[in-house]
């Protein structure tokens, strides 16, 4: 295993113990639909989404920092918005968040109850970054980026993590990918612990930028917002270091795309078949899974082992779920 493998797990593993006291070990899940996969459900994850391993792992560690930061500040769709807020509420710091207009009203209003001040207005997906830098710049407080920030990758890799412990004889993890902090803390992760693991994104067909960066080897940008129902992975581009981690240090097997259809079908099996109440991003795994995209469990890389997925999420808006399980029951 290389340096750059074994300096990241490390930062995971210090990750994992500072986020312990704030977090949920969340468990690792057999269904009956397949004795060879298994679920890592982060629906129940404090908040209900991931976020909060990587939002935890960065605001503790800048709070520790001496000066601490008068404040902090992030830009998010709204899972990361919540997990800014509650993270930042725990370390006695003041939080802005800009979330993009139109976004799931649930998560606008979680992030506001965990205390954070939010800007909608005039914010969306094309000018975010833009509105992030001049906020920095005029408030003077820290920036916990979503998913292009070392502390946040490490934090997010924790759930792989937890995964290897229950079930080390894993040979393939599937993830959405988004700005992609998840599944570059998923690869260093399963990567420093056996190279043979696979490791595959999962994103929406509308939403191609990272299937085409890995192509193309280079950051690809998505002219504008997707129009997909995964709202959690409407970024138009992979972070820098994401792309280090995924493309330039190749620690990814795949990026598959699934198509609306194949994400409705997932959210359906999941409510219905599984009992899980996910989010339609918390289901891309699934949806990829179900269409025969990832590898069979039992034939996955050379010997025999289970597939696992990460169901990021269970922050829904309860309309949309309601129209399409009406739609699909
Ligand atoms: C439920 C859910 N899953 C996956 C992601 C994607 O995470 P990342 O941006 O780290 O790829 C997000 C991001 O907001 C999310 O909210």
Redesign the pocket.
């Known amino acids: 295993v290389s340096d750059y493998l074994q300096a990241h797990a490390r930062a995971i593993d210090e990750a994992a113990a500072r986020i312990a006291p704030h977090i949920r070990r969340t468990p690792t899940l057999t269904t009956d639909l397949d004795p060879d996969l298994l679920l890592k459900p982060?629906c129940f994850q404090v908040t209900g989404?991931?976020?909060p391993r990587?939002a935890f792992n960065a605001i503790l560690s800048l709070a520790a920092r001496d000066p601490a930061p008068r404040g902090l500040i992030t830009a998010?769709?709204?899972?990361?918005a919540q997990a800014v807020a509650i993270a930042a509420r725990t370390a006695g710091l003041p939080a802005v968040v800009l979330i993009p207009e139109g976004a799931n009203p649930a998560k606008v209003a979680a992030t506001r109850a965990f205390g954070a001040e939010v800007i909608t207005a005039g914010i969306s997906f094309e000018n975010r970054d833009q509105r992030l830098a001049e906020e920095v710049a005029a408030r003077g407080l820290a920036l916990v980026h979503?998913?292009d920030d070392w502390d946040?990758i490490h934090g997010?890799g924790t759930a792989a993590r937890e995964l290897l412990e229950d079930r080390p004889d894993l040979t393939a993890i599937a993830?959405?990918?988004?700005?992609?902090?998840?599944?570059?803390g998923t690869a260093l992760a399963a990567k420093a612990q056996n190279e043979e693991i696979q490791v595959i994104g999962v994103e929406p067909a509308n939403a191609d930028d990272a299937y085409r960066s890995l192509q193309m080897k280079e950051r690809q940008r998505l002219p504008r917002a997707p129009d997909t129902i995964a709202d959690?992975?409407r970024?138009l581009s992979?972070g820098q270091r994401?792309f280090e981690v995924l493309v330039a240090n190749r620690t990814i097997e795949a990026i598959v795309t699934v198509t609306e259809a194949e994400i409705e079908e997932a959210l359906s099996t999941a409510w219905l078949r599984l009992k899980l109440a996910l989010?339609p991003?918390?289901a891309?795994p699934l949806a990829a899974y179900l269409a025969g995209k990832l590898p069979k469990p039992q034939k996955a890389a050379r010997g025999r082992g289970p597939v696992a997925l990460i169901l990021?999420?269970g922050?829904f808006d309860p309309a949309g779920v309601a129209r399409l399980l009406a739609s699909h029951g």
């Open positions: 982060e989404s991931f976020k990587g998010s769709s709204g899972n990361h979503p998913y946040v997010q993830t959405p990918i988004g700005g992609g902090g998840l599944l570059s959690g992975v970024t992979i994401n989010e991003t918390g891309l990021t999420g922050n």
